[in-house]
Every structure is written in C-alpha cells, then in structure tokens.
C-alpha cells in the first residue's frame, strides 16, 4: 500500500489529518484545473471547495488499491463538466471577448511579455470545447501523463492524445484569428 493509499485509510477511519493531508495535497491542483476551465478565481474556488465537499462524502466509495489521484481527478473533471453544463455563456460575450483577443494579439505580439502571452493563452483555452479543453489543461497545465488523462476521463490513451493535439491546433488557430 503506497503513502498516499495510507493517508486514504486514515481518512476513511475519520483521522482529521489524513484529510488536512489530502486537501493540502491536491487543493491546488484542483484550483488549477477549475481557474482554467471558468477562468474566474471565485468561480474556481468554489468549484475547489464544492469538489473536496463531494470528495468528503464520496470517499468511502473510492476502492482502496486503485489509483486516487485519478479516482480524484475524474470526480473533480465530472462537478466541473456538471458546473459548466449548468452555466451558459452569452454568445455576443464570447465574440467580443474573441475579438479583444486578436485586437491584443496583432497590435502587441512583439511586445508582449511572458505574462500577457500566458494570459492569452487563457483565455484562447476558454473558447475550446469541453472535450479539448480538459485533456489539454490536464496534460499541459497539470502535467499528467497521457495514461493518467485516460483513466480520468475514461477514453483511451489514443483518444486523449488526439485531442490534445487537435486542442492545441485549435487554440493556436483562435490565436491567430482563424476560429
């Protein structure tokens, strides 16, 4: 049984530092993966919170011997997806927004630092699909491994990296001003 899986057993019998262990663990990574899905960090916190609520009262479903970070993962992936279902987005908000995009992109490319071309980055992720989006945030901005990304989003490993390409063409065509 590895640490991790210890810490799991712990928590399951109710030590409270098995799950202040937990939480201190992976709170940033599922920050993380909620702020690049909403980018909103108020949004992404209280997806992170209501995710460790669902994880607190799920955990007794989790198998223990299985993966749990995947098992943690694929749970966060699905109140997100769950999250962005139920959220509708205005169209004209999103072309707007777009057109922000490519106004930046054309009259400052040269100029540019790090940050703003990483915030550009954002927000180009935020106009790609679900199906592209999450796979490309977990590999790229969260650094699984393709296998990972399989087990949590349940597709296989081909798929997954199909999709992150395709993400990646298609966040660099939003870039450009192509999309």
């Known amino acids: 049984m590895s640490d991790l899986e210890e810490i799991v057993a712990r928590c399951l019998q109710g030590e409270e530092y098995a799950w202040e262990y937990i939480v201190r663990t992976f709170s940033r990574r599922i920050y993380n993966m909620a702020y690049q899905i909403t980018m909103n960090p108020d949004e992404a916190e209280d997806l992170t919170q209501e995710i460790f609520i669902k994880l607190y009262n799920s955990l007794n479903k989790y198998t223990l011997g299985s993966n749990f970070k995947v098992w943690l993962f694929r749970l966060a992936k699905n109140h997100i997806i769950d999250w962005?279902?139920?959220?509708?987005?205005?169209?004209?908000?999103?072309?707007?927004?777009?057109?922000?995009?490519?106004?930046?992109?054309?009259?400052?490319?040269?100029?540019d630092t790090v940050e703003e071309l990483k915030e550009k980055v954002r927000k180009g992720i935020e106009y790609l699909d679900l199906q592209?989006?999450?796979?490309?945030?977990?590999?790229?901005?969260?650094?699984?491994?393709?296998?990972?990304?399989?087990?949590?989003?349940?597709?296989?490993?081909?798929?997954?990296?199909?999709?992150i390409n395709r993400g990646r063409i298609l966040l660099s065509q939003i870039l450009r001003g192509e999309k």
Do not use: A, W
């Not at 962005?84 to 100029?111: A, C, G, T």
């Not at 590999?139 to 997954?160: A, C, N």
């Open 132 to 163: 592209f989006k999450i796979p490309l945030i977990l590999r790229d901005l969260q650094g699984l491994s393709y296998e990972e990304i399989s087990k949590i989003l349940d597709i296989p490993v081909g798929t997954v990296k199909s999709r």
């Open 84 to 111: 962005y279902r139920k959220k509708k987005y205005v169209n004209s908000k999103i072309e707007e927004m777009k057109r922000e995009i490519l106004i930046d992109y054309h009259s400052n490319s040269f100029k």
